[in-house]
């Protein structure tokens, strides 16, 4: 089967034996045997550390969980500077997180954790931040200060989570290039390959900024909301 | 590049020092060949070993019982000890910053019974322990501002004129430049060694001993090389791992006829031994889990079902899985005293690439996740206290760069990367014999006297993973020779290190 590679001079065209063997496999057989110089990522080879996350006709994959077809169109990810033929640079992804404060910021010791709220979180701290996501989502092809789906994701496992004692911060801080920049286009949600559905977390965060006194400010001009009656004055403290 | 505290690896082990160090006030940077997340820690399924008793009684001191008998005499009580008596704590941090532990109905931390356990012991995130615990100690350290220099490859550690390590040698890959960054101690993190095993091992590409191979060329002793943890259960053709818990659950191990052969619950090593006893008269070996019947394995065993449609093509529900035993986790590392201090001054190591003399020959499954969270955290805290003490930054002394010597490239290493691989499965695996472990050090010494006919072809300097793969592969040679020595100074048989009598 032929298989096309996106490098970073041209498309080019590689010949390989049939058989259902994965992505990766094939990506490792050329970097051997017929081409020392392609570059890509990968590590685990088993689909949770998210290395290998790449487009393959034009949809988002993990290559060590695809099987390759004769055809296939392999090109890097989108929305990120490529460093060279499928490796892009994901430091500026990775630092959403940062910027997202994406983390628990002052514990309640007292909070217990049952089966129902151990659930409330689960799927969302399924993500391996392999930037599928982030490479699908229209707003980033726009905005490059958008928070966006993973780091969305994550701050919502924090906010859901019953030992977070402070979620205004992280509340506060989503409101800008955050919550209300999302389509809800659900692009981010079909690529994942952890099933995790970013669209619904950004929206289960609009709800909980409602709860905090902010409202939609593309409908601004409705006035209304909860203001105050919260114990929360909504203005941002940064 | 200055720092106080400056740290290669940031896998769990890489990333506990780094916040422990931080929390000391001193100044810390770590320096990674991927990105943290993408560490081989993710690839833990099983759990974290602690006496918590949550699901039935257990106490620390069967904990510490239990490991001590799996080390087969090689470990060291008291550090057994302190590792066993922390894990309480360690769990109940990894809680408080957000790790999202299974829980029991009453909302204690879930637990559940791994090979070797006298108890339920294991802490656990339902199949992805390691994956939630690395993404949650990366938020913690993204919260605290520590910084990360990611796709840099550790070379060589750097010492001053008195033998003191301050700093690291790196190539960064992006760019293909040399850098050095200067330090007043260092941490080694940088993980285990089995990928020496090439395809017959269930670890991430990344684990080829790099960080080993540097402290070993720095002058750091290493200890216990020799043992090397193989699982019976890798699937045939790629090597990647299904969990110990389907046989926990009731598993059988098949041979081509059809019959069962062992106690599938024994520990790793006999398993594996069977299996390739097994093996060399000619049978294929099976993991057969279809009586469990198909609600019951996307229930329990979802992961071990994707894996083995995905990887080897049969659906356990109605088919046998194709399995061998392959190297999974290495005992051995770098010899650290129990300040995590190797004997070269100023610099430290934990996590796997660290012997903290607590597996002994032979490691009890979900105790690795608990050494990397214990003793990161000790190398961190060890580390900037001596960091505290240093006055100033020492120049590093003339190191050699083996980049800048000549290699012409006529011979193709991705060959011999296989190869070593065969010899190490081969004459240095599950079941050795003196007379074949001196061949595979011949042949290996052969092969390393080929490393100047050998290279990399690309010329690029951005991202070059050809010859970032070479340096994986001097790597590679350079630790299977120690490996390959300590088997052969080692005649009986102990533990992972299994001596066939020679007849
Ligand atoms: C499939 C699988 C399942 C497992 N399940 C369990 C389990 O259930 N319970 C348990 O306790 N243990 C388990 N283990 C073992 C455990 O996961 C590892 O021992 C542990 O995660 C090692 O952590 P570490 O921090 O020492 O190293 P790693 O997580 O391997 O991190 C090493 C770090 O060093 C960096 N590095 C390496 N070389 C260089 C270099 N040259 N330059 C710069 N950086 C470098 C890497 O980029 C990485 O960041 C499992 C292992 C595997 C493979
Ligand atoms: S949310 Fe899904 S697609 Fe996005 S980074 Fe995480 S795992 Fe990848
Ligand atoms: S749903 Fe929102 S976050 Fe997801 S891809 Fe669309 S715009 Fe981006
Ligand atoms: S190599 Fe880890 S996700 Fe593909």
């Known amino acids: 089967m032929k298989i096309t590679v996106k490098r970073d001079s041209a498309f080019e065209i590689y010949e390989l034996e049939d058989g259902a063997y994965t992505l990766l496999e094939a990506l490792n057989k050329i970097k051997r045997e017929l081409d020392n110089t392609l570059s890509f990522s990968s ?65 309640n010791s007292e909070a217990v954790l049952d089966h129902e709220a151990e659930k409330i979180n689960e799927v969302q701290s399924d993500c391996i931040l392999c930037g599928s996501c982030y490479s699908s989502c229209p707003v980033y092809a726009v905005n490059g200060e958008f928070l966006g789906p993973f780091s969305l994701t994550r701050v919502w496992k924090y906010v859901s989570d019953k030992r977070e004692n402070d979620a205004a911060e992280k509340i506060d801080t989503i409101q800008t290039n955050g919550i209300w920049d999302c389509t809800l286009c659900n692009n981010c949600t079909v690529v994942c390959p952890q ?44 | 590049m200055k720092t106080d505290v400056l740290i290669i690896g940031a896998g769990g082990a890489g990333l506990m020092a780094a916040i422990a160090a931080k929390e000391e006030g001193v100044d810390v940077l770590v320096l990674t060949k991927e990105y943290p997340t ?6 833990a399924q099983g759990g974290m070993n602690a006496a918590l008793g949550n699901v039935a009684e257990d106490s620390v001191e069967d904990h510490i019982q239990n490991t001590l008998k799996s080390a087969h005499g090689e470990a060291d009580e008291e550090s057994i000890r302190f590792m066993c008596s922390e894990a309480i704590n360690a769990v109940e941090y990894l809680d408080s910053i957000g790790v999202c532990f299974s829980r029991t109905g009453d909302g204690k931390i879930a637990q559940r019974r791994l090979g070797g356990a006298s108890a339920p012991r294991a802490c656990y995130a339902q199949d992805y322990t390691g994956l939630k615990i690395l993404h949650t100690l990366y938020d913690r ?76 060329r720095a002058g750091a002793k290493l200890k216990d090389m020799e043992f090397v943890q193989f699982h019976p259960t890798g699937l045939k053709n790629s090597s990647i791992l299904i969990s110990e818990s389907a046989r926990g659950e009731g598993g059988y191990l098949l041979n081509s006829k059809g019959e069962r052969f062992t106690d599938e619950l024994a520990p790793r090593d006999q398993v594996s031994r069977a299996i390739d006893e097994q093996i060399k008269k000619g049978e294929d070996i099976f993991l057969d889990i279809r009586h469990l019947g198909e609600s019951f394995i996307d229930e329990g065993l979802p992961q071990e079902r994707k894996l083995a449609k995905l990887y080897e093509n049969v659906d356990p529900v109605h088919d046998l899985i194709p399995i061998k035993p392959v190297a999974h986790y290495t005992m051995g590392g770098i010899a650290v005293d129990n ?74 290493f991705y060959k011999y990367k296989e190869k070593i ?10 079941v050795r014999k003196k007379s074949e472990l001196k061949d595979a050090l011949e042949e290996l010494e052969m092969i390393k006297s080929l490393l100047p006919q050998m290279g990399w072809s690309d010329t690029s300097a951005v991202y070059n993973t050809n010859k970032q793969e070479f340096l994986e592969f001097r790597n590679i040679v350079e630790v299977s020779e120690v490996v390959i020595q300590s088997a052969l100074g080692r005649d009986e048989s102990c533990g992972a290190h299994y001596m066939e009598a020679q007849s």
């Open chain 2, 141 to 216: 350290a993204n919260a605290l501002g520590i910084e990360f220099v990611n796709d840099t490859f550790l070379l060589e550690v750097l010492k001053d004129e008195d033998g003191n390590a301050c700093g690291a040698k790196v190539l960064d890959i992006r760019s293909g430049e040399l850098k050095t960054y200067i330090a007043k101690t260092v941490i080694l993190a940088t993980g285990g060694y089995s990928r020496i095993y090439d395809k017959y091992s269930t670890n991430s590409t990344a684990s080829s001993g790099d960080g080993i191979a540097a402290a070993l």
């Open chain 2, 339 to 412: 300040r995590s201090q190797t004997n070269v001054e100023r610099l430290y190591a934990c996590g796997e690439c660290a012997n903290h003399n607590v597996h002994g020959a032979n490691r009890l499954g979900g105790n690795s996740l608990l050494e990397i969270v214990v003793f990161g955290r000790e190398a961190g805290r060890n580390a900037a206290t001596k960091a505290k003490e240093v006055a100033s930054l020492s120049v590093p002394a003339h190191t050699e760069c083996f980049l800048e010597k000549e290699f012409s490239n006529t011979v193709d």
């Open chain 1, 195 to 238: 099933n995790i559905s970013s669209k619904a977390d950004i929206e289960k965060l609009r709800v909980r900024s409602s709860m905090f006194g902010y409202s939609d400010p593309n409908f601004g001009s409705f006035g209304g909301g909860f203001d105050g009656g919260f114990g929360f004055d909504g203005s941002p403290s940064f």
């Open chain 2, 38 to 43: 993408r560490s081989q820690t993710c690839m």
């Open chain 2, 421 to 430: 691989g065969n010899l190490l499965y081969n004459k240095v695996g599950i």
């Open chain 1, 43 to 107: 590590g685990c080879r088993s689909s949770v550390c998210g290395s290998c996350a790449m487009r393959v006709n034009e949809k988002e994959v993990l290559a060590c969980s695809y099987k390759v077809q004769e055809g296939d169109l392999i090109e890097p990810l989108n929305n990120m500077p490529v460093i060279r033929d499928l490796v892009v640079d994901m430091d500026k992804s990775y630092e959403m997180n940062v910027k997202a404060k994406a983390w628990i910021k002052t514990i």
